[in-house]
């Protein structure tokens, strides 16, 4: 195993660095659950060197190691069970089918994952999909109502990187890609010369998360962190023109970007940094913060037990993952609730809790309910309380 230990920043090349964290032992993929708990207290771990670069501000781990973990057909992240992220992915659905007149062409999805998006995008406007993803449980040619769509089990890379396409997303997967610069400049290349094909990537806003000091956020599997000029920059080395850099979703904890190739003579000038003392400032104030975050929860849970109350965790997700990885006595909780049925069943890579339905609940009865991701807090509580529960709610922000 390699670990990305560049002394230079991946994106812009500069040797103007500042390490301000190191988290050792997380579970190396948030992807993938145990099927036992003996399983899961054996999970591989690895470790996160965060470092800024003080030029572009691109966020990097350069403890990442190659090859330490693998995307392979079990991964599964979805959140398009929740009805508030299903809301947001319907309405990115069809702004993007207007604003790129996505109607009977051709749509090519980077790591698509379960394929639920890009579904949407040949459904509303009648297209033919492509889907590339080495997660894929299957592969071939789905019919989808007027189209269809090719589904393809790997990585994308340049062998089909020049398929003849009209529209090309990526959502939350550039950040989990080892050389993001590298992915970049093949899709450009792969578009050509003569056409100038859109781009949609999405990614998590680490301008916002540092801001916000959302500290379960930071999973192994990530190995950079875009703030809206590393983003930018990004692209515009890779051989794009930017036309819209912005925040999305619940409180902007993503970011989206969209492009065009830039071509003939035509150059665009490499956007320069503007916050440069902010990012610095909220970096820094993330590391004094996030031990005493901790700590918080640490004796909150203790407390929990002395009173001898009942507690379950909600959301099995990446945050969910990392923050019973990260406090402790959290493990003192045998179960955690999920929505997402592929995760039921399943364990905690490295603290061990049962994967359980919300059906659970009725049997479990539990006191208090820690959530995991305060985003989806509104829609946990309406189904709790549709199940004649009453417990209190603890979110983990």
Not at 362 to 384: F, G, S
């Amino acid at each position: 195993m390699t670990k990305m230990h560049q002394p230079d920043c991946p994106v812009c090349q500069s040797k103007e660095r500042f390490d301000f964290l190191e988290v050792s032992g997380l579970p190396v993929t948030v992807g993938s659950l145990c099927t036992t708990r003996e399983g899961a207290f054996r999970a591989t771990k690895g470790d996160l060197k965060l470092s800024l670069c003080r030029n572009c501000t691109y966020i990097w781990n350069r403890g990442y190691e190659h090859g330490k973990h693998e995307f392979i057909p079990g991964y599964e992240i979805s959140l398009h069970y929740s009805s508030t992220y299903q809301r947001f992915l319907d309405d990115l659905a069809k702004r993007l089918v207007k604003d790129y007149q996505l109607q009977s062409k051709t749509v090519l999805e980077i790591a698509c994952g379960t394929g639920h998006f890009l579904r949407m995008l040949c459904r509303l406007g009648g297209n033919t999909g492509i889907g590339i993803d080495p997660v894929l449980e299957h592969e071939g040619v789905e019919e989808l109502g007027l189209g269809r769509i090719s589904f393809h089990r790997e990585k994308f890379s340049k062998g089909n990187a020049n398929l003849d396409c009209d529209f090309i997303c990526c959502r939350q997967a550039l950040h989990a890609i080892e050389d993001p610069r590298k992915l970049i400049e093949t899709v450009c290349e792969g578009i050509g010369e003569n056409r100038q094909t859109p781009v949609y990537f999405e990614v998590v806003n680490a301008a916002s998360l540092f801001k916000k000091q959302v500290i379960w956020q930071l999973m192994y599997e990530y190995c950079s962190f875009f703030t809206p000029d590393a983003l930018s920059r990004l692209f515009t080395v890779c051989g794009f023109e930017v036309c819209r850099v912005q925040p999305c979703y619940e409180d902007d904890q993503y970011l989206q970007i969209e492009a065009v190739p830039v071509r003939g003579a035509r150059k665009t000038s490499v956007p320069e940094a503007t916050n440069h003392h902010a990012i610095l400032d909220d970096v820094t104030a993330f590391s004094k913060g996030f031990r005493k975050k901790i700590d918080r929860w640490e004796t909150e849970f203790q407390e929990i037990q002395k009173l001898g109350r009942r507690a379950i965790v909600w959301g099995a997700g990446g945050r969910g993952i990392n923050f019973m990885n990260l406090v402790k006595a959290s493990q003192s909780i045998p179960y955690v609730v999920d929505i997402n049925p592929s995760r039921q069943g399943g364990y905690i890579p490295g603290s061990g809790q049962q994967v359980v339905a919300p059906a659970f609940l009725q049997e479990y009865r539990p006191d208090v309910i820690v959530l995991t991701n305060p985003t989806y807090a509104r829609e946990v509580r309406e189904q709790v309380v549709g199940m004649g529960l009453r417990c209190d709610f603890l979110l983990a922000s």
